[in-house]
């Protein structure tokens, strides 16, 4: 049983001075799982006595059992935190791996052969993706509008045609708003390109292309356990930046076209 499972059964019987002890170990687990008795009273500002009151409250034997317990916590959210960084490491390394091989051909076209270019992004880091697609393919010369923020009514869905294509970021892509706008721009032709997480929803289903992340969920703050890991959605834009830019010049150049890139 962990210290703080210990804590909470025996609540009841712990006063303040017990309580306020608590809190500088559940703060400094790390330091207070070595230090003496006599160094915990100091910097709790106690008596040894009372540490040791407040050990057996706890239904341990003594501060060396204390001790053993304490320790044993650290080492083992060491060995977590380690861990966590390895899968977020394989994770990125996979990811990238997998996208080596990708044919982003029938993607490139849609963008190529399109009247106008739209992104959005239905949360803060996916509108920072959209923002980040649509700066990056100025370099390539393609002006895509990014609608974030835009008031999503009939007078913006006239404004779109089916020549248009549509590039939606949506980390579940199950929310009523982003399937709501999906469903709107396939009724007025639009064509979508879908980015969202590797898994069956309702927003892959109705694009006509999807670019699929794979991010790990890690725990590493207690405040967050399931700490999503969101730099994939930056690093699959860049990709297909780059790989756009490689398309369109052997398009244009195929065409005869003048390029300039």
């Known amino acids: 049983m962990q210290l703080e499972e210990l804590v909470y059964k025996n609540y009841s019987s712990l006063n303040s001075t017990d309580l306020f002890i608590w809190k500088y170990i559940s703060l400094n687990k790390k330091d207070s799982s070595t230090q003496t008795i006599d160094e915990l009273a100091l910097n709790c500002n106690v008596s040894r006595t009372t540490i040791t009151r407040f050990v057996r409250k706890l239904g341990l034997k003594g501060y060396s059992e204390f001790k053993v317990l304490l320790s044993w916590e650290v080492k083992e959210k060491d060995i977590l935190s380690d861990e966590a960084y390895y899968t977020a490491c394989d994770s990125i390394i996979h990811f990238i791996e997998s996208q080596r091989e990708k044919d982003y051909d029938k993607i490139c076209k849609m963008i190529y052969e399109s009247t106008h270019v739209y992104v959005y992004g239905s949360g803060d880091i996916q509108s920072s993706v959209a923002k980040q697609i649509k700066r990056m393919f100025l370099s390539c010369q393609e002006k895509i509008y990014d609608f974030g923020g835009t008031t999503f009514d009939k007078s913006f869905y006239n404004m779109v045609g089916a020549n248009d294509v549509v590039i939606l970021i949506s980390l579940s892509g199950s929310s009523e708003k982003i399937i709501s706008i999906a469903r709107n721009l396939k009724l007025r032709g639009c064509k979508i390109i879908a980015i969202t997480e590797l898994k069956d929803n309702e927003l892959s289903n ?19 356990p399931s700490y999503q890991m969101t730099m994939l959605y930056f690093v699959l834009a860049e990709l297909l930046f780059i790989k756009y830019s490689i398309y369109k010049k052997h398009r244009m150049l195929s065409e005869g076209l003048e390029c300039t890139l």
Not at 206 to 224: G, Q
Request: no cysteine; net charge negative; aromatic share 6%.
């Open 206 to 224: 109705i694009s006509d292309e999807v670019m699929y992340i794979s991010a790990a969920k890690i725990s590493i703050l207690e405040l967050h």
